[in-house]
């Protein structure tokens, strides 16, 4: 695993850590706030490795980077930030589908 990916994991772990601890000192409201910007933070993250490979690899084919390895390195990094960005995204829509299923 390399680390960025370990990077992007401890990023997630401590927002997830920091998230009881908001909605217990400034309320709902906030919380949901604080939520929003932790997903765009991680999203902009995603995004710009995704555009930093895909501009090393652009490198690559016109012949200004010779080390094959750094761009795979960081062609699979960004790859696997995206996939773990797409599996906590659909594990919040699921949690959320499954609120909405309680019945009061």
Known sequence: ????AIAAIEVL???GAAAPAALAEAGQAQAG????????????????QLLA??????????GN?????????????????FQLFMQVRNRVLEAYQ??????V
């Open 1 to 4: 695993m390399s680390a960025d």
């Open 13 to 15: 772990q401590a927002g």
């Open 33 to 48: 706030n604080a939520f929003g910007t932790a997903v765009s933070q991680g999203l902009a993250q995603v995004n710009g």
């Open 53 to 62: 490979s895909s501009e090393q690899v652009h490198a690559l084919a016109t």
């Open 65 to 81: 980077v010779e080390n094959l390895h750094q761009v795979m390195m960081r062609l699979e990094a960004a790859g696997l930030t």
């Open 98 to 103: 499954e609120v909405m299923r309680m019945q």
